[in-house]
């Protein structure tokens, strides 16, 4: 380990370090391949599932819903139609009328992509795709728009996170004459205990459609989001403390778990920079046996006993070059944020627990993810102790998946839990890339498709290894992409894990990927598509950003559009043209 050198006060410089840590983005090491979790052998046998079989995918399917797909399909191929598709409807209503344009919607896109308007409406489609091998991941898809105005100051306060400007007061849910951050997306607590019983409605249809199904939930839906944004900011800024002190001690460009802070050389450090509490006292008392090193995960043990322990919770300052509580800003009205949050995904969770559901909450904009993640995990170590009952998203655009990742897992083996994942690619890319270069900090994203598509994998071979190793973890694999899902089979069989044990599934988009979906459940494969629901005009915004997100995947499902071409004249030849499914 190297020592430090010229003193801490010299290493600390006031603008140099300062800026480093929060103005700037920390520097990120990018593993080689053919490290654990990215394996690309060869399966010992060949895979049973065929993706060619057009008879078999689209069984489920008459030939009218075969069409609307193909009319779909190449409508979202069109960037006009996909980039000015909030005006185009806007407009629609307007000529048409709200009744005509519903209907119209209903017959195209909100038909393809929407299940239905209530928990009600949708089970015959959710019995159907059941009857057929596919299970159902229902969720209520109503999104709420903002005003321009407000989003533009909503915006402003995000990119605090990135150390770029101040909280306003304005911005903050603290009153004083300010606009008020909670009309944002919530009018007030109210709301979110209205999306509570929704969520209850959307657990309760789940349980009752099939014995194994998913919910999803988002917990902006469940606590205001500027509560999240500020519990974020204090997350991200107590890792990059960890990293710079970690780069003190010699151990920069290391994957995150493997970080180490030597105690001693940490109390010294800190001590010498004006901090009170005992560092190296907390982390030895914690434990019986003798502590010299933490990680990563230590560190981050310290926000659980923020109460007791708020004075080791320090962080510098940029503008004044010191040392200041993290928890300045984090007040009373917080906290109890954060407890009323718990304890309506609390009422959530236990009442999946009782119906048989999972818990699938949703990955949404990196400035709420830290805290989404967070609270998410605090009700995995309560829920799934027996079974895995909260499922985390992962989304692997991002540049840092694979640390969250393995640092979650590593977090699971230690407290005895079962580890649960929803593995994506991505879902806010546009808006995150346009958000990033307004405020001017480092892009979130993966500069590729090459690269998220090698994170996606590495993510998922490092849990399907760890599934191997103590079947306590488990993975949806939710991805459109054939390759992937054929890499997930091979690896399975290399692993030696079954289907029938219910540790790994796959999951793709209501409307989207039929010829990979259907085939995967009736070879016995764990399949669910992401069922959406809600009123047409609210969903709305919905189908809007799923526009945006599937802009590149919409534009090449040339295959998926020659296999229902292909499926269409087989029933045309056969004289099967008006099947209707069987079930």
């Not at 310290?302 to 200041?324: A, C, F, Q």
Request: hydrophobic share 35%; proline share 3%; glycine share 8%.
């Amino acid at each position: 380990m190297s020592t430090l050198c010229g003193g801490p006060f010299q290493l600390w410089a006031p603008p140099r370090i300062f800026t480093y840590l929060f103005a700037t983005p920390l520097r990120r090491w990018k593993p080689a391949q053919g490290e654990r979790g990215v394996r690309h052998g060869t399966a010992r046998g060949s895979i049973s599932v065929d993706f060619e079989q057009t008879q078999e995918a689209y069984k489920s399917k008459d030939s009218l819903e075969l069409l609307r797909s193909l009319v779909v399909f190449k409508l979202c191929s069109y960037d006009f139609l996909v980039d000015r598709n909030k005006e185009i409807m806007d407009l629609g209503k307007k000529v048409l009328g709200q009744k005509v344009f519903d209907q119209f919607m209903k017959m195209t896109f909100y038909g393809q992509f929407v299940a239905g308007e209530d928990h009600r409406s949708i089970k015959p489609l959710i019995q159907k795709n059941q009857a057929f091998g596919v299970g159902s991941v229902l969720d209520y898809s109503v999104e709420e728009d903002i005003s321009e105005e407000k989003e533009t100051e909503y915006e402003s306060s995000c990119a605090i996170i990135e150390g770029k400007h101040k909280v306003h007061k304005q911005s903050g849910d603290r009153g004083g004459g300010a606009t008020e951050a909670r009309t944002y997306f919530h009018s007030d607590e109210a709301k979110c205990d209205r999306h509570m019983e929704t969520f209850i409605k959307c657990i309760k249809a789940s349980g009752g459609a099939s014995a194994d199904g998913f919910a999803a939930i988002k917990l902006t839906a469940l606590g205001r989001p500027q509560f999240l944004l500020q519990f974020s900011e204090v997350l991200l800024k107590w890792q990059r403390f960890f990293t710079f002190l970690s780069a003190q001690q010699g151990k920069d460009g290391m994957e995150a778990l493997d970080q180490r802070l030597e105690l001693a050389q940490l109390q010294e450090f800190l001590t010498k920079l004006g901090a009170k509490g005992d560092f190296h006292g907390w982390f030895t008392g914690k434990s019986e046996e003798s502590v010299e090193c933490i990680d990563m995960l230590d560190w981050n043990s310290l926000i659980d006993d923020r109460t007791k322990i708020s004075d080791l919770l320090v962080v510098p300052n940029i503008e004044l070059g010191e040392l200041e509580p993290l928890l300045k800003q984090f007040t009373v009205e917080e906290e109890d944020q954060m407890k009323r949050v718990l304890q309506r995904v609390d009422v959530l969770a236990k009442l999946a627990q009782e119906n048989g559901v999972r818990l699938m909450v949703d990955a949404e904009q990196t400035y709420f993810q830290p805290a989404i993640s967070r609270l998410t995990l605090e009700m995995q170590r309560v829920y799934n102790r027996e079974t895995p009952v909260i499922f985390n998203t992962y989304q692997c655009y991002l540049k840092e998946a694979y640390s969250s990742v393995t640092m979650d897992v590593e977090l699971s083996r230690r407290e005895g839990w079962h580890f649960a994942a929803k593995l994506v690619r991505g879902a806010y890319m546009y808006q995150e890339r346009d958000r990033a270069k307004e405020f001017g900090y480092e892009d979130p994203i993966n500069p590729n498709y090459e690269t998220t598509n090698w994170m996606y994998h590495r993510c998922l071979d490092y849990v399907l290894d760890e599934i191997a190793l103590n079947r306590k973890a488990n993975v949806m694999v939710a991805s459109h992409n054939e390759d992937t899902v054929k890499h997930t089979l091979m690896r399975m069989k290399e692993l030696g894990l079954s289907p029938t044990e219910n540790k790994v599934f796959f999951g793709q988009l209501l409307g989207m990927c039929d010829q990979i979906s259907f085939p995967l459940g009736q070879a016995g494969f764990p399949v669910y598509k992401y069922v959406p629901y809600g009123p047409v005009n609210e969903v709305m915004p919905y189908l809007s950003r799923r526009a945006q997100e599937n802009r590149g995947f919409m534009k090449g499902v040339q295959k998926e559009r020659e296999l229902l071409w292909k499926e269409l004249k087989r029933r045309l030849a056969s004289g099967d043209l008006l099947y209707r499914p069987a079930y």
